[in-house]
């Protein structure tokens, strides 16, 4: 099992960055693929990027690609979203999710059995 906490999120005008991380508890951490998903108001949950165990394979929304990056340091149980660009639809809140090995579908939060408790991410015009 493991416990996810996101930090990072804030306010930051369009066109700027953050950089979300969202560290995990355990010693198993490095055995999880990790995934970014986000809500905005009065919107479903939508599927930003994911990263594999070993951070060999990542998969991004086509709404952040090439402004977004995850990665992954496994010796310090942490995974990072460096948000570039930043633009106002951005704005949400943004969880971290894991599953242990793989995720029957990367972009499905329905896939993933651990979550965090979400960081707000605003981003103003």
């Known amino acids: 099992q493991v416990q996810l906490v996101e930090s990072g999120g804030g306010l930051v005008q369009a066109g700027g960055s953050l950089r979300l991380s969202c560290a995990a508890s355990g010693r198993t951490f490095s055995r999880y693929a990790m995934g970014w998903f986000r809500q905005a108001p009065r919107k479903e949950r939508e599927f930003v990027a994911a990263i594999s165990w070993s951070g060999g394979m990542t998969y991004y929304a086509d709404s952040v690609k090439g402004r977004f990056t995850i990665s992954r340091d496994n010796a310090k149980n942490t995974v990072y979203l460096q948000m570039n660009s930043l633009k106002p639809e951005d704005t949400a809140i943004y969880y971290c999710?894991?599953?242990?090995?793989?995720?029957?579908?990367?972009?499905?939060?329905?896939?993933?059995?651990?979550w965090g408790q979400g960081t707000q991410v605003t981003v103003s015009s």
């Open positions: 999710a894991g599953q242990m090995f793989a995720p029957a579908n990367w972009r499905r939060g329905e896939s993933y059995d651990y």
